[in-house]
């Protein structure tokens, strides 16, 4: 599966954007979906995650009340909603799929996911 991530851009603190993350070669419906994000100097970090059924969201401490993921899948697509954003939310994001239909997972271990699209920057400005 290939992921195609967009949405990012340059947004002042307060401020929102919707990343979307669009998924080709092969369906998502049965994948673990999930965003990271790096900030320049910085290791990669969990941001968001849902479960192949939707059901259940996972979100860092830095992010959570925040951010949303949702997913829609007859558009083979996931959406990371952010809003009050801070400078610190500065970074490259990416989304992930994970191996399909798979119950016992961590969903803030990159590990968990074998597939990555290539990124969207998001910059955020006082």
């Known amino acids: 599966v290939q992921l195609q991530a967009s949405g990012g851009g340059l947004v002042q603190v307060g401020g929102s954007l919707r990343l979307s993350c669009v998924a080709s070669?092969?369906?998502?419906?049965?994948?673990?979906m999930g965003w990271f994000r790096q900030a320049p100097g910085k290791e990669r970090q969990f941001v968001a995650a849902?479960?192949?059924?939707?059901?259940?969201?996972y979100y860092a401490d830095l992010v959570k009340d925040r951010f949303a993921i949702s997913r829609e899948n007859a558009e083979n697509t996931v959406f990371l909603l952010m809003n009050g954003l801070k400078r610190e939310d500065t970074a490259v994001y990416y989304c992930?799929?994970?191996?399909?239909?798979?119950?016992?997972?961590?969903?803030?271990?990159?590990?968990?996911?074998?597939?990555w699209g290539q990124g969207t920057l998001v910059t955020v400005s006082s």
């Open positions: 070669g092969r369906t998502i419906v049965a994948y673990n």
């Open positions: 992930a799929a994970g191996e399909p239909m798979k119950f016992n997972w961590n969903p803030r271990c990159d590990d968990e996911y074998d597939h």
């Open positions: 849902i479960s192949w059924s939707g059901d259940n969201t």
